[in-house]
T-cell receptor, first 112, second 121 residues
Framework: QQQVKQSPQSLIVQKGGISIINCAYENTAFDYFPWYQQFPGKGPALLIAIRPDVSEKKEGRFTISFNKSAKQFSLHIMDSQPGDSATYFCAAREGGAQKLVFGQGTRLTINP | GAVVSQHPSWVICKSGTSVKIECRSLDFQATTMFWYRQFPKQSLMLMATSNEGSKATYEQGVEKDKFLINHASLTLSTLTVTSAHPEDSSFYIC?????????????????FGAGSRLTVL
């Protein structure tokens, strides 16, 4: 059973455009939602994270939107650049637990 | 800060041999380490969680006798793939959780290693 569902599987965006990746979850005990960026042959790197007591968090060109009632959260990349081309994973962690549950990943390609 | 070093970055071995992968937290004490496996174009699948000085907790379906995990110190955990076979070929990634800075005022961190590509011939 996939606890965190991520879409789309792949995404192509023109340079300067907005990239949007969505995730949905079922477990209401999740209380921490990070997004990771992974380049080929490398480990994931934390991009931005949010807790469910806020509806939006922005860091530079990256924004997380969080809808607690719908149990959905999304990553928006503004002014997308070719260097943003990577695989993005959303994740969730249950309060009190230590392990992360990852979404399936989205392969993002930014065309120049 | 919060750097995790994973070694080797890639390894090729013959079927039937054992391979050890190391994960070190360089500037913080990792009370918990996680080991993941990632097949090409797929997500990270948690294999096991290890707390320093304790036996690792394995996820359902992961053979503990095949994937030996040791977390003997607060800065080092190892994953040994025993009697490796071609189907064990994968990208193995560790992550370390701990406190960066003073124990009573530092920041909780969770950092991933760069991964180890294992190819079993």
């Amino acid at each position: 059973q996939q606890q965190v569902k991520q879409s789309p599987q792949s995404l192509i965006v023109q340079k300067g455009g907005i990239s949007i990746i969505n995730c949905a979850y079922e477990n209401t005990a999740f209380d921490y939602f990070p997004w990771y960026q992974q380049f080929p042959g490398k480990g994931p790197a934390l991009l931005i994270a949010i807790r469910p007591d806020v509806s939006e968090k922005k860091e530079g060109r990256f924004t997380i939107s969080f809808n607690k009632s719908a149990k959905q959260f999304s990553l928006h990349i503004m002014d997308s650049q070719p260097g943003d081309s990577a695989t993005y994973f959303c994740a969730a962690r249950e309060g009190g637990a230590q392990k992360l549950v990852f979404g399936q990943g989205t392969r993002l390609t930014i065309n120049p | 800060g919060a750097v995790v070093s994973q070694h080797p970055s890639w390894v090729i071995c013959k079927s039937g041999t054992s391979v050890k992968i190391e994960c070190r937290s360089l500037d913080f004490q990792a009370t918990t380490m996680f080991w993941y496996r990632q097949f090409p174009k797929q997500s990270l699948m948690l294999m096991a969680t290890s707390n320093e000085g304790s036996k690792a907790t394995y996820e359902q379906g992961v053979e503990k006798d095949k994937f030996l995990i040791n977390h003997a110190s607060l800065t080092l955990s190892t994953l040994t793939v025993t009697s490796a076979h071609p189907e064990d070929s994968s990208f193995y990634i560790c992550s370390a959780r701990g406190i960066l800075g003073a124990a009573d005022s530092g920041a909780n961190v969770l950092t991933f290693g760069a991964g180890s590509r294992l190819t079993v011939l």
